[in-house]
């Protein structure tokens, strides 16, 4: 993914805001070191680790609020139908065509060489359409985000077209709905909440508020320039505002799995993290280069890294299981290295040619009519 720009503000001697680049890196590594924390957990000199590493699934609560950041900053130049259509047609495909190569390569192939498809036709047609919001049921484990990544691009499409110049409002006043509507669930009836079987759980749900904080704090960045922000006295504050929510949402298992909970604790920790993330930009620091470089990786990081754990973890099983710990825990000590080697070959081979594709200029056919010709 290519680093993006907000109009009107400058960050350093540049607009492109490489700092958010790095939250992509960071997002995805705690979501690899998540998938790692089992793997982890089994070697004797690594185990005291794993305990902390359950808490990468904050990752995704931070892809959330990130992606509502980026994509509304996108979308709200778009005025007209034909642009709104334009948007959603582009962002549409980004996500297919980085999705359904890493589906094809490393779920789909190996699946029928090996006569081990277990899924019904309905399932694969679901999982190759995106259309299943839960790991259990995807071919691929993490595509389940992309399947709200995908409804919050439709829905972010029908404001823009419909609310036009009184987005924000509309914004504001979703967002309040849909946490109205799961407080309500909660208060009357939690235990239907804590397992995802209130009404319209998919329409509204609480990951929607993720996505609508970030397009919040776009509108509010796009501000920012005018009143002259000063971003070290705002920095103390969104740490605290991250240390605060990650603090509460590590207090108990009821914030891990219920939506609405971790929504309203990682999801408030992920929006400090991007107000952290924008701050720091402002102030002119320079991004760490390798992790721009992760973070420009990070969707092909984010898709393959459990297949390559599997991989890596089977390697293991089979040959490192009863031999020296010392060998043992150096190899499993690479797995983070190796992975993101291996993802960042597969964004420069497959991903980035795709994305470069989808976002080259269209030039529009003129039809040539001989009547028209000068004389």
């Known amino acids: ?5 907000i109009d009107g503000m400058h960050a350093g001697a540049s607009s492109k805001l490489e700092w958010l680049q790095v939250l992509r890196g960071i997002a995805a590594l705690l979501v690899l070191y998540f998938h790692m924390g089992p793997h982890w957990a089994g070697v004797p000199t690594l185990a005291g680790f794993s305990k902390a590493m359950h808490f990468g699934f904050f990752g995704v609560d931070v892809f959330f609020v990130l992606s509502g950041f980026v994509v509304y900053s996108s979308a709200r130049k778009c005025i007209t139908a034909t642009q709104i259509q334009d948007f959603l047609k582009r962002r549409v495909l980004r996500v297919y065509l980085g999705y359904w190569p890493v589906l094809l390569v490393f779920a789909v192939l190996p699946a029928v060489l090996s006569g081990t498809v277990e899924k019904t036709p309905k399932q694969i047609v679901k999982s190759i359409l995106l259309l299943y ?76 508020v993720e996505f609508l904080a970030g397009a919040l ?22 740490v ?67 297949y390559l754990l599997d991989q890596m973890g089977s390697i293991r099983y089979r040959y490192l299981e009863s031999g020296p710990a010392i060998v043992l825990t150096l190899y499993s000590l690479l797995f983070p290295g190796l992975i993101v080697l291996a993802a960042w070959i597969w964004f420069r081979l497959v991903e980035a040619p795709l994305m470069a594709w989808v976002t080259r200029p269209r030039v529009r056919r003129v039809e040539y009519h001989p009547s028209e010709t000068p004389r």
């Open 1 to 5: 993914m290519s680093v993006v720009s």
């Open 133 to 208: 919001p839960s790991g259990a049921d995807n071919w691929l484990p993490t595509a389940w985000s992309l399947t709200y990544e995908l409804y919050f691009y439709v829905c972010l499409a029908a404001i823009c077209l419909l609310a036009g110049a009184r987005r924000l409002q509309v914004v504001t006043w979703v967002v309040a709905g849909i946490v109205a509507w799961n407080a309500f669930w909660l208060i009357f009836h939690p235990a239907t909440l804590q397992v995802g079987k209130q009404p319209l759980y998919f329409v509204l749900s609480a990951y929607f």
């Open 217 to 238: 704090i776009s509108e509010m960045a796009i501000r920012w320039k005018s009143h002259g922000l000063d971003p070290w006295l705002w920095l103390p504050i969104s």
């Open 240 to 306: 605290s505002v991250t240390l605060l929510g990650f603090s509460v949402g590590t207090t108990s298992g009821y914030f891990d799995h219920v939506d609405f909970m971790k929504a309203g604790t990682f999801g408030i920790a992920a929006v400090g993290m991007l107000f952290t993330t924008l701050f720091v930009q402002f102030s002119g620091m320079s991004a760490p280069r390798w992790l721009v470089r992760i973070g420009d990786a990070s969707f092909s990081l984010y898709l393959i890294h459990p």
